[in-house]
């Protein structure tokens, strides 16, 4: 009754210890910090890769890290999220890079047709703003992304590992740099 898990393995149900209560409270609390999370999460992952579909993926598979590994403490899970979140992008990124890499070089280039003016525009900043933000270090970056996709000081100290008290100081020297670098860009390509 208590001690037989509904789940089997094999021919016999597995015979342990009832855990319902407890695993009650975990699936509450896991339940609390993805409707707390996700959006912000997807945010980020969005700003970060430029196409939503696929951060929901990499949000999806976030939350699936949580569960599956959770982090010894919870005292920052929003901070832990996003720096697992960020991994997860430049993961993708890198292998979403050498895959264009494998298929341009069995494909050869491709014809690109421009549909309007404006897409291409849309799409040239999105580039320049990608660029930007490659070319700023990890730290720069992170901090940034995660301020706009609304993590507070306190999540960002933590994910950078700095005081609370510094975060303001870095966000503002990583916009100024974020700007510096980005006018030179679209000077450029202008």
């Known amino acids: 009754m208590g001690y037989i898990n509904e789940r089997k393995t094999g021919r016999w149900p597995a015979i342990i210890p009832s855990q319902k209560l407890i695993d009650k409270n975990v699936q509450e609390t896991y339940q609390q910090i993805y ?3 996700y959006p912000v999460v ?3 992952l969005t700003y970060m890769l430029g ?3 696929t951060a929901e993926d990499l949000a999806q598979e976030t ?3 949580m569960y599956n590994n959770p982090p ?3 005292k920052n899970i929003g901070g832990w999220l996003s720096r697992v979140a960020a ?3 430049y993961n993708y990124l890198r292998s979403e890079k050498s895959r264009q890499q494998r298929e341009q070089k069995v494909n050869g280039p491709k014809d690109v047709t421009a549909s309007s003016e404006e897409i291409a525009l849309q799409q040239e900043e999105k580039r320049i703003i990608q660029q930007t933000l490659e070319s700023l270090a990890e730290r720069d970056k992170l901090c940034l992304l995660m301020k706009h996709s609304g993590y507070s000081y306190d999540e960002i100290a933590e994910a ?3 005081k ?3 975060v303001g100081t870095i966000i503002a020297r990583a916009q100024a740099r974020f700007k510096r670098i980005y006018l030179q860009q679209k000077g450029g390509d202008a």
Do not use: T
């Open 72 to 74: 010894q403490e919870y």
């Open 164 to 166: 609370k008290s510094s």
């Open 87 to 89: 991994n997860l992008a």
């Open 51 to 53: 196409n939503r579909a």
């Open 160 to 162: 950078i590992n700095v």
């Open 63 to 65: 939350f699936l890290k």
């Open 42 to 44: 997807c945010r980020q």
């Open 35 to 37: 409707h707390r999370y």
